[in-house]
């Protein structure tokens, strides 16, 4: 009898063998819902041609890999790929996208704090910015972005950029170019009690600035990319920050002319680019900084890793390590930017900041799927077609942070650095549509300090 069972098992393998391993062509790709964006950007993100000859399995992992890629532009709501078999050996491929909405007033009060958290803990209604514009995604329906912005209070100042301007049919080769003027009356001088110090004055701009730049990006492969970027500032401060603060930025002069060059390289394999569950993330970022009335040179190095593994069916793994080397020819307070300073920080320590000449900086989170997606009709917005179809994803988590940033001439009172620092904590993630995360998250520190923090992740603020 257990004989005859393996034989059973045998022949349906041996049956079932050719449907799994039948080479198949791709006919047709039939394509629609893309309203605006043209079919071009779309196909680029395909890991596929018409025309191709591949097993049926691999077939279908591609559509899979090519739904993953065509969400990850940022254009659409929702993707749908599907194949129809005809014949045993012939695939048609049908594409359906649900557009975004793509043009966005840009009227924000933004938190000039390094989060809302900080903010929360310490109101000061001085530190707000008003910023009204326009930011227009897929511009020419060739996922063209352009951005115009104004801002009035803690922060004025005009912007403009227009990136990613295709100079090839393969969108392999991408332009971008920026144009800036921003001044404040308020600015950090010192770093005292592991806290920014700011001074403020009245009546007169405490530092202002005018930038242009261009960068140019290659993309060979669809989830590779580098890019090198140029752009010139002229800054002038003034003079109460170097009284406070001889070092602020390496110099006696209150102006300065600067020369600044970029150059990255991304390898983003992961699942989604918003909320990824499965997938690597590999980026290296290098820049100078020359000053052109001035004998000063500063640069950075900054290498990130990234790595996400589903570990069973609801639970994931989620784990980076980030660091950067700082070097400059003078002792510079600016040019110190470590821990604390925009995503890298370790959760629990948002009200610290931690300057040096380097980091090290590890953040290891397990996810716990709550409820699945769901996706719902709203019947009220059915007149905003763009927006009626909304989804939730709900994630629960538990993290372990750790970091070391290192700075040579540490002051006592700073007592952060030069230290190894360690968090933990839990809480919960909402992830919705437009890559929408809302976060709030109780942690602990080093210092044995708990709190509830919250954050949230939006690509239009």
């Known amino acids: 009898m257990k004989s005859l069972y393996y034989y059973i098992i045998l022949f349906l393998c041996l049956i079932s063998h050719p449907l799994c391993a039948q080479n198949v062509t791709v006919d047709n790709i039939f394509l629609s819902g893309n309203k605006q964006s043209r079919a071009s950007v779309i196909y680029r993100e395909l890991t596929f041609n ?12 591609k559509l899979e890999a090519s739904r993953q890629n065509i969400l990850n532009t940022l254009l659409f709501n929702y ?6 078999l005809r014949d045993n050996a012939v695939v048609d491929v049908h594409i359906r996208v649900e557009e975004r909405w793509y043009i966005w007033p840009v009227i924000d009060l933004v938190f000039e704090d390094r989060n809302i958290s900080t ?31 104004a801002r009035i209070g803690y922060q004025q100042g005009l912007s ?26 308020n600015a950090a001088y010192i770093t005292a009690y592991n806290k920014p110090s700011y ?35 002229y800054t002038a401060i003034d003079d109460t920050l170097l009284q406070l603060n001889p070092a602020y930025w390496g110099g006696s002069h209150t102006r300065r002319h600067t020369l ?52 069973a069916r609801r639970w ?29 920080y370790l959760r629990g320590y948002e009200d610290y900041v931690m300057d040096g000449e380097y980091f090290v900086l590890f953040k290891n989170t397990i996810r716990f799927l709550i409820m699945p997606t769901q996706t719902y009709e709203l019947e009220w917005l059915s007149a905003l077609d763009k927006f009626k179809k909304i989804h939730f994803t709900i994630y629960a988590n538990l993290f372990v942070d750790c970091g070391y940033s290192y700075n ?13 620092l360690y968090s933990g904590g839990g809480g919960f993630d909402l992830v919705t549509y437009y890559d929408i995360v809302f976060r709030i998250d109780y942690s602990i520190n080093r210092k044995r300090e708990g709190g509830f923090y919250i954050t949230l992740i939006t690509p239009f603020f």
Do not use: C
């Open 316 to 344: 994931f793994y989620a784990g980076s390590v980030a660091a950067k080397l700082s070097v400059s020819s003078r002792e510079v307070y600016t040019a110190k930017r470590a821990l604390g300073y925009d995503n890298n």
């Open 199 to 233: 001074v403020t004055t009245d009546g007169r701009a405490i530092r202002e600035r005018y930038s242009a730049g261009i960068n140019y990006s290659f993309r060979p492969q669809i989830r590779e990319r580098q890019t090198v970027r140029l752009y010139y500032e």
């Open 160 to 185: 403009f950029s227009y990136s990613d301007v295709s100079l090839d049919k393969a969108r392999r080769h991408l332009l971008g170019l920026s144009l800036g003027y921003n001044r404040v009356h």
């Open 79 to 84: 993707v749908y790929i599907s194949d129809t």
């Open 260 to 311: 600044n060059a970029l150059y990255s390289y991304a390898s983003d394999y992961r699942d989604s680019y918003s909320y990824p569950l499965s997938g690597t993330l590999w980026k290296i970022t290098a820049s100078a900084t020359t000053v052109l009335n001035d004998r000063m040179l500063t640069g950075e190095l900054y290498p990130e890793i990234a790595t996400y593994w589903p570990l």
């Open 119 to 149: 903010w929360i803990r310490h109101p000061d209604w001085s530190r707000f910015s008003f910023g009204a514009g326009v930011n227009i995604e897929n511009m020419r329906g060739l996922n063209e972005n352009m951005n115009l912005n």
């Open 50 to 61: 018409k025309g191709d000859t591949l097993p049926l399995a691999d077939l279908r992992r």
């Open 408 to 420: 040579r001439h540490a002051m006592r009172h700073n007592d952060l650095q030069n230290l190894f």
